[in-house]
């Protein structure tokens, strides 16, 4: 969810700066790089927890609402990207592309577009912090004495799918008859090539499997095999137990990620303040039926 969101908030951003005039060319640079921050955020923690264990540490309510607050922000973020792309689409059909014939008189519209694009970014910045406080909050189960913490053991295991992966993309597997005979044996199966660290052959079997049993267990074709191995594996592995916990995180520190956007949200509303300052763009309004919503 969150890369599908990335993948249209870097699309309208783009699009959006593109089209801006040179007056606003600094404001649309400050964009680029909110951009680059939140698209260097691509690979996500991934938690593995069981509910019985988010009980067991008083967590499960407290994640409920913020899970609930993440709802919330998500709702408003594609309300706001929802008016950035109107705002957008309008200016392209009221004044074209880029020529410059066409891109008279337009500082207003741009000006606008800058505002609903802030919007849009600082609302992101929202949905990214509170996505934060989450993984931050089931983070604090590893401090538990009586849970097992198996962040290292999947994080190495993760690393190896990746290498195999990439391997397995030349290579052909024979998957025996026995193992495509019901998901039970199929599961087995891949629990034994995991434990005889065959694992180029477990990422091709995933890949088989899903063939014969789409969105399933296996997944669906469009799902990261490698997540896949691993929510089998911590399953497998925590099976008829409680108290097992990981989170897989990436390489890059989230907090320093939120300090550098609220940073750039910071810069992008005082360079609009200050645009807007400008006599020349407090004097022009939008025309026809395209209306400024104000800063």
């Known amino acids: ?13 783009k699009e959006a700066v593109g089209f801006l005039g040179e007056s606003l060319q600094r404001i649309g640079t400050k964009f680029k790089s909110s951009l680059e921050v939140m ?3 691509s690979e996500c923690p991934t938690v593995f927890v069981d509910a019985e264990t988010l009980m067991a540490c008083g967590l499960l309510e407290t994640l409920k609402f913020g899970v609930l607050e993440l709802q919330e922000h998500l709702d408003t973020y594609t309300t706001k ?17 880029n020529e410059d014939i066409y891109r008279m008189n337009t500082n207003a519209h741009e000006l606008e577009l800058c505002r609903r694009l ?17 993984i931050n909050q089931v983070n604090t189960i590893k401090n538990e004495a009586e849970v097992i913490n ?18 397995s993309e030349n290579e052909e597997i024979d998957i025996s008859k026995a ?3 019901t998901i039970e044996t199929a599961i087995h199966s891949l629990i034994e090539t995991l434990k005889n660290k065959e694992f180029v052959s477990a990422v091709a079997q995933v890949k088989a499997f899903r063939t014969l049993w789409p969105n399933d267990i296996f997944g669906s074709c469009d799902d990261d095999p490698v997540q896949t191995l691993l929510h089998i594996y911590f399953h497998h592995q925590t099976l008829g137990q409680t108290g097992s916990f990981a989170v897989i995180s990436s390489n890059l520190d989230m907090s320093e990620a ?20 400008y006599p020349l763009l407090a004097q022009t309004k939008p025309v ?8």
Not at 150 to 166: F, N
């Open 1 to 13: 969810l969150f890369q599908t969101i990335q993948r249209k908030f870097g699309e309208i951003t």
């Open 39 to 41: 698209m260097a955020c």
């Open 81 to 97: 990207r929802e008016a950035a792309e109107q705002w957008l689409d309008n200016c392209k059909r009221t004044f074209g592309a």
């Open 118 to 134: 802030y919007r849009l970014h600082f609302q992101l910045l929202l949905l990214f912090q509170a996505y934060c406080k989450l």
């Open 150 to 167: 198996m962040s290292e053991e999947l994080a190495q295991l993760e690393g190896i799918l990746k290498e195999a992966e990439a391997a």
């Open 179 to 181: 193992a495509q005979t």
């Open 258 to 277: 939120n300090c550098k956007l609220m940073e750039l949200n910071l810069e992008i509303r005082e360079s609009l303040r200050t645009v807007q300052s």
């Open 288 to 295: 026809g039926n395209m209306t400024s919503t104000g800063f």
